[in-house]
């Protein structure tokens, strides 16, 4: 596709509910970023994959959130048993090139706004 | 510990002058720079970045900015601003060949008719 695409767009989900959250990077990129961001912040990393390895999931908050790229194109976020302080914009970017080189751009989709009730 | 800093919450701006939203960062190494924006309800888009050469760099929707090594500045700039162009900045800086994307708080532009 021409961007990154993100799915749902929009979640509402009861407290203790499961959720999944997909992104198709743009087709070839290989490294592919999950953040976080709150209302009016700035994004607040989650995790990184090169192809399918998951090589930084330093920023996910708890064990109820896992991330897979297990082809190395989509991904998909997951959060188990929701909480209300889960309530965000999870935000799915991809760059074409690897950790080598950080002059590439990295681009985002438009984000799965995720509310918690 | 590195970090970027955007001095200013929000900018307001009256429509048809010039704008600046300012970044400075402090970071080990060498910086790769960025400059993002976001509407409301919309996902970050880039505008432009700096790599290397030319200080002056032209990006999306007539923005530019400037590198300025000695200030470790990357200002934000637009000769004639629209109403359009309010939304949130954000500048965002990586370094060597590192991933990981260090960001400022953001500023809020606002552009008045």
């Known amino acids: 596709g021409a961007g990154v695409s993100q799915s749902p767009r929009y979640k509402v989900a009861k407290r203790g509910q499961d959720v999944a959250l997909r992104c198709d990077p743009i087709s070839g990129h290989v490294s592919l970023f999950w953040y976080q961001q709150a209302l009016g912040q700035g994004p607040e990393f989650l995790t990184y994959f090169q192809n399918e390895a998951q090589l930084d999931k330093s920023g996910l908050p708890s064990d109820r959130f896992f991330a897979e790229r297990p082809e190395g194109s989509v991904s998909t976020l997951k959060i188990q048993r929701t909480q209300q302080e889960d309530s965000a914009v999870y935000l799915c970017a991809s760059s074409l090139g690897s950790q080598a080189f950080s002059g590439n751009t990295i681009y985002f989709g438009e984000g799965s706004w995720l509310t918690v009730v | 510990a590195q970090s970027v800093a955007q001095p200013e919450d929000q900018v307001n701006v009256a429509e048809g002058n010039p704008l600046t939203v300012k970044c400075t960062y402090s970071v080990s190494g060498n910086p790769y720079l960025f400059w993002y924006v976001q509407y409301p309800n919309r996902g970050l888009q880039f505008l432009l970045k700096?790599?290397?050469?030319d200080n002056l760099v032209k990006g999306s929707y007539g923005f530019e900015a400037e590198f300025n090594k000695s200030q470790t500045s990357f200002h934000l700039k637009k000769p004639s601003a629209l109403v359009s162009d309010s939304a949130l900045y954000f500048c965002a800086v990586r370094v060597d060949s590192n991933y990981q994307l260090i960001w400022g708080a953001g500023t809020k532009l606002i552009i008045k008719p």
């Open positions: 700096y790599i290397t050469g």
